[in-house]
């Protein structure tokens, strides 16, 4: 089960202005071994819930992504988001190792109904999708339904 809504057929992207209604951004570490990165030492991932839709900016392109493209989304009609780095998170007994991760967001969505969601995006050497090599690479595909890699595996129901 993902989160359910009446604008599943929303736009990848916003359209005109950046959306508004409920906003929440956080400094995400990025890190590598050989620390060679041009994302290095990390990026700022903003997320909004504006018109039920949830949304993250990607911080190399600035295009805001619908994150409806992570598999188990019902395209849910969302109220309040939440983002957190979460790479420091990840410990040796998780299945990836740290060393693995470059970087990984938590984000948390709450629906109409009251429902909290939860998944994680995350970037590395043998997980998720690789960093961007450049800047201006985006951090996450553009097509509505190719969000997972690097998010995911779904939203999992937490409250």
């Known amino acids: 089960m993902g989160l359910t809504s009446l604008a599943a057929s929303a736009d990848t992207k916003a359209k005109g202005k950046a959306p508004a209604e409920w906003f929440d951004s956080a400094f995400v570490t990025i890190d590598t071994v050989a620390g060679t990165n041009v994302n290095e030492p990390g990026r700022v991932f903003r997320v909004s819930a504006n018109g039920g839709v949830p949304w993250i900016r990607d911080p190399n392109t600035n295009t805001w992504i619908n994150l409806r493209g992570i598999e188990s989304s019902g395209g849910g009609a969302v109220t309040n988001m939440t983002v957190a780095d979460n790479r420091l998170a990840i410990t040796a007994d998780d299945a ?22 939860q998944t994680t995006c995350t970037w590395g050497a043998t997980v998720g999708s690789p960093l961007p090599a450049t800047a201006t690479t985006a951090f996450f595909p553009a097509g509505p339904s190719d969000l997972t890699p690097p998010c995911g595996p779904g939203w999992t129901l937490i409250d």
Request: aromatic share 4%.
């Open 96 to 117: 990836v190792a740290t060393d693995n991760v470059n970087a990984s967001l938590l984000i948390a969505a709450e629906t109409a109904s009251g429902s909290i969601y």
